[in-house]
């Protein structure tokens, strides 16, 4: 069956520091990998997706996300976070084969400090 | 880009009483739509899968005579919440694909719903 799994429910970092966010899948192929992110009490925004190429993927405000196939991994990367950068963050994996819809990891919270 | 309109967004109802959840595509035509539900500090759930012009598809444990959901157009999609408990209180998010449903597009989703049953 497939699964994502977030390893980091919660990470703090300061402001201009760089940040990984960590992602793992289990899928018998590649799947499409997504991040997703999320404000309180807001819907998800796409960061970046995943198909197939280039295995490292630049996405919307500065973020980027390198996958591995031999780890079986999908970490979302940032060199200097801001402070709005704040929010809950989703991997979400899709299969090729099915309708579409999306499986996601538990989400991480990331704290950014001043 | 791609909207997704989702009303309301937050809604507060008695406990027996039943509440309608719009999710619309705005500027493109949606076959696809997906309703998921999201616990406080959980990860999104998927409820169902809503087609166009025919009936919804449900995931395991959901129950469609609870979580009705209605896609008559190709740009609405409705969820209702018969008889609505405290244990339902949860946000509801959809979400569609723009263009041509194609997956790889990653689904545009709605701002969500705040549902509290009191």
């Known amino acids: 069956a497939q699964s994502v799994t977030q390893p980091d429910i919660h990470i703090t970092v300061s402001e201009g520091a760089s940040l990984e966010l960590r992602c793992n899948y289990s899928y018998g192929a590649t799947p499409y990998l997504f991040w997703y992110v999320q404000s309180p009490g807001q819907g998800l925004q796409l960061l970046l997706k995943?198909?197939?190429?280039?295995?490292l993927v630049q996405g919307i405000k500065g973020f980027e996300a390198e996958f591995k196939r031999s780890q079986s991994s999908f970490n979302l990367r940032k060199p200097s976070v801001h402070w709005s950068d704040a929010a809950e963050y989703f991997c979400?994996?899709?299969?090729?084969?099915?309708?579409?819809?999306?499986?996601f990891g538990q989400g991480t919270t990331l704290q950014v400090k001043p | 880009g791609a909207v997704v309109s989702q009303h309301p967004s937050r809604v507060i109802c008695k406990s027996g009483t039943s509440v309608k959840i719009e999710c619309r595509s705005l500027d493109f035509q949606a076959t696809t739509m997906f309703w998921y539900r999201q616990f406080p500090k959980q990860s999104l759930m998927l409820m169902a899968t809503?087609?166009?012009?025919?009936?919804?598809?449900?995931e395991q444990g959901v129950e469609k005579d609870k979580f009705l959901i209605n896609h008559a157009s190709l740009t609405l999609s409705t969820l209702t919440v018969t008889s609505a408990h405290p244990e339902d209180s949860s946000f509801y998010i959809c979400?569609?694909?723009?263009?041509?449903?194609?997956?790889?597009?990653?689904?545009?989703f709605g701002s969500g719903t705040r549902l509290t049953v009191v």
């Open positions: 979400s569609a694909s723009a263009g041509t449903g194609n997956r790889k597009d990653g689904y545009t």
């Open positions: 809503s087609n166009e012009g025919s009936k919804a598809t449900y």
């Open positions: 995943y198909f197939s190429g280039d295995t």
């Open positions: 979400a994996v899709g299969a090729p084969s099915n309708t579409g819809k999306l499986i």
